[in-house]
């Protein structure tokens, strides 16, 4: 059994209600950490600690935070997961004619969680792990950023900038022995696929070498190796956990 490192660390995830946060929050905790479950909405089902965070709202996160440590003393590991999609074509063309477009609601919301939400839990974390002589943060991107997607702008712009800051932050981050990365992952099962036909899900499949869809978990595995010591070498990079879709493609 490989030895984490991780027994008793106060970790927060984000997005920690459902789907792939809520697996990492329960990954966490099993392996002996302190969680902090943040998310918009409370469920049955979540792990550790839960509070009730938007993470675009940057008063909301730094109360948090303060909480946190109020609570358990400091912050080792960050999971920057919170996500929401709000699809739509930049231009839809039909006969002649334009019929839709994505609207600025479509793009603010996605930017709020996904992008801004990266920046404003990690801005409000960082000090911390600097006081405390080092950490790790992961953050959520999407394979999707690699080759673009019909109909996500919005989604494929905020998991393209993630690993811009992931790279930025690495760089700014490291001499105080905190580590940066994001994890991309492929088609996972969670709600949001949950609503897709049978026939999409066939095709997502047909892309995917392993011949399966992901599931919460094997994302869950990926974000506690990184914090791990076992990648206490790992950097500014991004790991692509998705059953080999980016080469399938």
Known sequence: ?????????????????????????????????????????????????????????????????????????????????????????????????????????????????NLRGVFNCTRAVAPHLIASGGGAILNASSVACLNGNFGQTNYVATKAGVIGMTKTWARELGRFGIRVNAVAPGFVKTEILAAMPDKILDAMVGHTPMGRIGDPNDIAEAYLWLASDAANWVTGTTLSVDGGLVIGT
């Open 1 to 113: 059994m490989i030895e984490t490192g991780l027994k008793d660390k106060v970790v927060i995830v984000t997005g920690a209600a459902a789907g792939i946060g809520r697996a990492t929050a329960e990954r966490f905790v099993a392996e002996g950490c302190k969680v902090a479950a943040w998310d918009v909405n409370e469920t049955p089902e979540s792990a550790g600690v839960f509070q009730k965070v938007n993470v675009a709202d940057s008063s909301e996160v730094d109360a948090a935070v303060a909480e946190v440590v109020d609570r358990w003393g400091s912050i080792y590991v960050l999971v920057n997961n919170a996500g929401i999609v709000r699809d739509a074509q930049l231009v839809k063309y039909k006969n002649g004619e334009v019929v839709s477009q994505m609207t600025d609601e479509a793009w603010e919301a996605v930017i709020g969680v």
